[in-house]
Nanobody
Framework: QVQLVESGGGLVQAGGSLRLSCAASGSTFSSYTMGWFRQAPGKERAFVSAIDWSGGDTSYADSVKGRFTISRDNAKNTVYLQMNSLKPEDTAVYYC??????????????????WGQGIQVTVSS
């Protein structure tokens, strides 16, 4: 099984930046797809970004493309989400997710079996 722990969230002003980290543990983890999802109050959990630790493919939601960057550090078993030019509408609880998935399903939250506890990101106007 996989354990995931997010860190790096907090409060930031609009236009600012934050970097989220997701520290992972578990066997054969480098072959897992990793995803970032977010959930605002009253909203469904939504796809943000994903990275394939085996093939290095990345994907981004249209709402964050050009502002967010997903990356990995296999030596540290850690996935990052660099968030720049933050907007108030980015405010949400951000979740890290992992699973062995076909790349075509990486944007679907119900496909992931392993989730972090979530971390709050608040962007003030």
């Amino acid at each position: 099984q996989v354990q995931l722990v997010e860190s790096g969230g907090g409060l930031v002003q609009a236009g600012g930046s934050l970097r989220l980290s997701c520290a992972a543990s578990g066997s054969t983890f480098s072959s897992y797809t990793m995803g970032w999802f977010r959930q605002a109050p009253g909203k469904e959990r939504a796809f943000v970004s994903a990275i394939d630790w085996s093939g290095g493919d990345t994907s981004y939601a249209d709402s964050v493309k050009g502002r967010f960057t997903i990356s990995r550090d296999n030596a540290k078993n850690t996935v990052y989400l660099q968030m720049n030019s933050l907007k108030p509408e980015d405010t949400a609880v951000y979740y890290c997710a992992a699973d062995y998935l076909p790349w075509t399903t990486a944007t679907v939250p119900t496909k992931y079996d392993y989730w972090g506890q979530g971390i709050q990101v608040t962007v003030s106007s």
